[in-house]
Nanobody, 127 residues
């Protein structure tokens, strides 16, 4: 009952910048951690950046200093600003959110933990 929709992927050249967005919707009581991961062809999915509801963020070494994660709690949205892109950043980027759902059953909210993933958005960086 909680969904994530990513947007903003595309084809860019090395050195360019690109921004991704991810909006959460549905029966959301609160969202704790939001994150971006990526999966390159033939490789395992790797965590790129995380951000808590308080705004504390963390990054993979490969993107530190180039990527910035941010969020708008009022809009249940997380962003990833990617600068100085490299061909090795080419991947499908996935948004992830963990929190508490308040889906109702017979008019009564039931508070349950959730963790959901978006469908992914492709970022291609040409050399």
């Amino acid at each position: 009952q909680v969904q994530l929709v990513e947007s903003g992927g595309g084809l860019v050249q090395a050195g360019d910048s690109l921004g991704l967005s991810c909006v959460a919707s549905g029966s959301i009581y609160s969202i704790d951690t939001m994150a971006w991961s990526r999966q390159a062809p033939g490789k395992q999915r790797e965590l790129v950046a995380t951000i808590t509801s308080a705004g504390s963020s963390d990054y993979a070494d490969a993107v530190k200093g180039r990527f910035t994660i941010s969020r708008d709690n009022a809009k249940n949205t997380v962003y990833l600003q990617m600068n100085s892109l490299k061909p090795e950043d080419t991947a499908v980027y996935y948004c992830n959110a963990k929190g508490i759902s308040n889906a109702q059953t017979r008019g009564v909210p039931l508070y349950t933990d959730f963790e959901v993933w978006g469908q992914g958005t492709l970022v291609t960086v040409s050399s």
